[in-house]
């Protein structure tokens, strides 16, 4: 079975300071792939970033980076330059290896203060 | 080019009424997903379509039905509805590693 964990249920950042959210993960499967979701306040889910288990080099999308630790299991979400639009709901989420479903963390709230 | 629509975006039922959530995606996509998000979780898969013609439940199928009734559409069903099915459902298909998330409808059942 598959498993995603967010320990961080909230966080605050400062208007153009970075900021990173944490994401482990647990699966015995050699290939998988990892995601990081948006969620506005508005409700819908945005794709941000993806990284598969094989890639050897850290995703990076704009101004969202993917910090990619095989060996320790983990998939932090790097915002950097935050602004007031990230202030979201992100959610880490790993690709099963039959490659039909996702599974989901619980989300991290992110709050950007002016 | 839409993307992934729902229909309803909100509705209230009572216990015991039935009603279909649509979703169609225009981007040809094979694989469809019903999700359910419930306060304060993450998303949890309800069905799944690999491709037309073919279904298969995820990991809260109980109390759903689902059509794939063709590349498009992939339509979810509450036969009779529960207080414990009000959530928020997200429809989704797939290209290449990505899935892509409808807007969500938000269901109520009281």
């Known amino acids: 079975a598959q498993k995603i964990t967010q320990t961080q249920p909230g966080m605050f950042v400062q208007e153009k300071e970075a900021v990173t959210l944490d994401c482990t993960y647990d699966t015995s499967d050699p290939s998988y792939g990892l995601f990081w979701y948006k969620q506005p306040s508005s409700g819908e889910m945005i794709f941000l970033i993806y990284?598969?288990?094989?890639?050897?080099q850290n995703a990076t999308e704009g101004r969202y980076s993917l910090n990619f630790q095989k060996a320790r299991k983990s998939a932090n979400l790097v915002i950097s330059a935050s602004q007031l639009g990230d202030s979201a709901m992100y959610f880490c989420a790993m690709r099963d290896p039959n490659d039909y479903k996702l599974s989901f963390g619980a989300g991290t709230t992110v709050t950007v203060r002016a | 080019n839409a993307g992934v629509t729902q229909t309803p975006k909100f509705q209230v039922l009572k216990t015991g009424q039935s009603m279909t959530l649509q979703c169609a995606q225009d981007m040809n996509h094979n694989s469809m997903y019903w999700y359910r998000q419930d306060p304060g979780m993450g998303l949890r898969l309800i069905y799944y379509?690999?491709?037309?013609?073919?279904?298969d439940k995820g990991e809260v199928p109980n109390g759903y039905n689902v059509s794939r009734l063709n590349k498009r559409e992939f339509s979810l069903r509450l036969e009779s509805a529960a207080p414990s099915q009000t959530s928020v459902y997200f429809c989704?298909?797939?290209?290449?590693?990505?899935?892509?998330f409808g807007p969500g409808t938000r269901l109520l059942v009281l």
């Open positions: 990284q598969g288990s094989y890639d050897q």
């Open positions: 989704a298909s797939k290209h290449q590693e990505t899935q892509y």
């Open positions: 379509s690999a491709s037309e013609g073919t279904t």
